[in-house]
Structures are given as C-alpha cells and as structure tokens.
C-alpha cells in the first residue's frame, strides 16, 4: 500500500509541475520591457535585421499562444533553448553547473542537520538553563546574519588571517579529476585521488557553513519547541514510569515524532538552499548554478534566466514532494490523510 501512495503522490505532482512551468513561462513574458531591447542595448550598434534574428530565435514574434505551444514541444525534447552570450544550449548550461549547486546545497543541509538536532534536543533537556539560553542566542545571532555577511566573515577568519581554509573554488589551482558526477568530493573518492578529495572537502567547508548557517539555526529551534511539546505527552510520562532509560524515551519516543515539523522546515528550506545561494556562490567564486544566473541577469541572457527559474521552481515543487512522502515514513497515520 506504501507504494501505491507514493505513485498515486508522483503522478499528482505531474500536472502541477506543468502548472509551475507553464506559470514561470506566462510571468516571464508577462514582465514589462522587451527582453530583445535589453539585450541588444548592451552590444551597442545593432542592425534592425540583427533584433528581427533575435526576436525570431526567441519566438517573440508570434503571438503568445504559439509561443507556448512551440516552447512545450521544445520542452519535452529537453531543449530549453541556446544562451545569447555564447550559443550553447541552456540544458548543457545548467548540466554543467548544477552539480556543484547540489554539491553544496547537499553539503550544507547535512551541516545544518548535524548542527541543529543535537542542539535542538539539548536545548529541550536542559529547558531554561545557561545551555538552553545559549544555544537559542546562536540560534537567534545565525538567523539575523545574512550570509554574505557571515561568508565574508569567515573568509577573513579562517581563509586570511588564519589561512586553514581556501576561500574560493572548488579545488587547489592545477589540480583536476575525471568528471563522473560533476561532485569533487564523490569523483575523488570514486579515482581514489585522496589530495583531490581533501582540497574539494576543504573548498566545501566555508561556502557548506555559510549556506547552512540560517538553516541550522532555524531548524535547532524547531526541534527544540517540538522536543518540548513531546516530552510532556502522555505516551512519554507513560514511557518513564515504566521505568524505561531517559536514552530510550529521548531518542526512540520523543525524537521521532518531534522531527515531523523539523522535516517540513528542513524540506522547504532544501529547496531555498538549491535557489537561493546566488549570493554565497558569488562570495566564495563557487562556479555552481546560482553564478550562472547571476551572469546571466547581468548580460541579459533570457533563456538562460527562463530555464533557471523553471528549475528553481521545480526544484521546490520536488522538496514539498519528498516533504510529503517523508511524513508517510515518519508518521503512517497522516499517510491516509
């Protein structure tokens, strides 16, 4: 029946997700301006016959109508079109730097996580004492950081003054590894270049901490106020006065139903993560997604940004999923909900 349910929550997503494409095309278009004229501004003379080109090659001008028609046909062959700048297709664009947007964002949900549930519990255990206080004072201080703040910040700490950590890029100048899966860290260790994983792990480690600083400290006061509320259920009173160890109770009874809200946070904060390190990816020169687009915006390039924003988009269509289908795992009684 697991199954059945976790079919029956992909094929809803599937009409959904051509809403939120065809919802990002509409707002796109939408926009005032006209996407031809602000890019041919930046190149200077341009022939009329030169705009006519573009605007053909963008299909801007049909009507709307055949716009859509054409760029959903295009769409479901996985072609989103070719970048301005430089004529290479967008899929191979984004392909090429996404994996070291997962890379991070994955580097940097793991940190949160091992920061925020052990603080979060603590904080809940030793509810109103100096660690409590200490822990939602951290938490409250990485919330307000912003993170180009907090990035800069920790390249003058540990990158300049210090010099333990590199400040920008992904690995040590020269050095290289046969691209598998476009992750430094698993290409390394799947080519066994032990040098090449600790120059990716450490190149990871200021941008992972400076994307995953907000989310931890969120996340560590969900789990604390969750925490909180379980502790005093019946079924945990129940628990202690069988006698059962404070082990047990905390971290088979109590942990377990206090991640349900943690995992809806953690969820839709992935996909923030995955859209919304355009600033720390700039900060640390991180040649992921986030850059691209921001190259993008700067040179006009509207395909570009176009496929972006779908994906982003998804992106967050495709947490809320897993969001859902990990309540079914955490909680089976909200999975006939």
Do not use: C
Request: charged share 15%; glycine share 8%; no cysteine.
């Amino acid at each position: 029946m697991k199954g059945v349910r976790v079919v029956r929550r992909l094929v809803s997503a599937v009409p959904l997700a051509a809403g939120v494409v065809l919802l990002t095309f509409l707002l796109l278009r939408l926009l005032p301006g006209d996407p031809v004229d602000a890019m041919m501004g930046q190149a200077g003379n341009v022939s009329q016959q030169e705009i006519q080109a573009l605007r053909a090659q963008l299909d801007l001008d049909r009507p709307l109508g055949q716009q859509a028609v054409r760029f959903a046909g295009r769409l479901l062959h996985g072609d989103l079109g070719r970048s301005i700048r430089n004529s290479q297709p967008v899929t191979e664009l984004i392909g090429q730097s996404l994996p070291a947007t997962l890379e991070l964002a994955v580097a940097a949900g793991v940190f949160a996580v091992l920061v925020a549930v052990p603080a979060g519990v603590i904080a809940a255990l030793r509810h109103r004492s100096f660690l409590d206080h200490a822990t939602m004072g951290a938490a409250f201080a990485g919330i307000s950081m912003p993170a180009f703040w907090l990035g800069l910040v920790l390249i003058l700490v540990f990158g300049v003054a210090l010099g333990w950590l590199p400040t920008s890029g992904r690995l040590d100048p020269g050095m290289d590894v046969p691209a598998v899966t476009g992750w430094m860290t698993i290409d390394a260790l799947l080519a066994r270049d032990w040098e090449v994983f600790r120059s990716a792990v450490l190149h990871l480690i200021l941008p992972a901490v400076t994307l995953g600083a907000e989310l931890a400290a969120i996340l560590s006061r969900v789990v604390r106020s969750s925490m909180l509320e379980v502790l005093r259920a019946d079924y945990v009173r129940v628990a202690r006065a069988k006698g059962v160890d404070e082990w047990h109770v905390v971290f088979r009874h109590a942990l377990r139903n206090a991640l349900v809200p943690a995992v809806t946070v953690l969820g839709l904060q992935m996909g923030v993560l995955l859209g919304g390190n355009m600033i720390v990816e700039t900060v640390f020169s991180w040649p992921g997604l986030g850059r691209l687009v921001v190259g993008a915006i700067f040179a006009r390039d509207y395909p570009v940004v176009q496929g972006a924003v779908m994906l982003y988009a998804l992106t967050f269509l495709a947490a809320n999923l897993l969001v859902d289908l990990a309540y079914a795992l955490l909680n089976p009684r909200m999975a006939s909900a």
